[in-house]
Nanobody
Framework: QVQLMESGGASVQAGGSLRLSCEVSGFTRSRDCMAWFRQSPGKEREGVAGIDTKGRTNYRDSVKGRFTISLDNARDILYLEMNSLHIEDTGIYYC????????????????????WGQGTQVTVSS
């Protein structure tokens, strides 16, 4: 059973930066792929960024060039570095794990992920 716990959410001004962390346990690096999702009030949960077992990444268009997903293999921590934050980036951010990795677009589909963290709130204000 993969267990995940997010941290690092905060309130920041537009243009600012945050780094989210997700401590992962019980996962198999060679089989499990990871992703970050977010959900805003009244909206469906959406995929933000994903990383597969070989370190290949995928990002939703609105965050490309601003967000970076990475996995510290030694410490089993998944990160999401977020720069140039927009008000529209506000939401609860979740990390998740799956073995349904390919094609990479699968990492944007919430129903492909059986394992989730509890979420961390990111609020971006003007």
């Amino acid at each position: 059973q993969v267990q995940l716990m997010e941290s690092g959410g905060a309130s920041v001004q537009a243009g600012g930066s945050l780094r989210l962390s997700c401590e992962v346990s019980g996962f198999t690096r060679s089989r499990d792929c990871m992703a970050w999702f977010r959900q805003s009030p009244g909206k469906e949960r959406e995929g933000v960024a994903g990383i597969d077992t070989k370190g290949r990444t995928n990002y939703r268009d609105s965050v490309k060039g601003r967000f970076t997903i990475s996995l510290d293999n030694a410490r089993d921590i998944l990160y999401l570095e977020m720069n140039s934050l927009h008000i529209e980036d506000t939401g609860i951010y979740y990390c998740a794990a799956t073995r349904l990795c390919w094609p990479l677009s699968r990492l944007f589909v919430p129903t492909n992920f059986p394992n989730w963290g509890q979420g961390t709130q990111v609020t971006v204000s003007s």
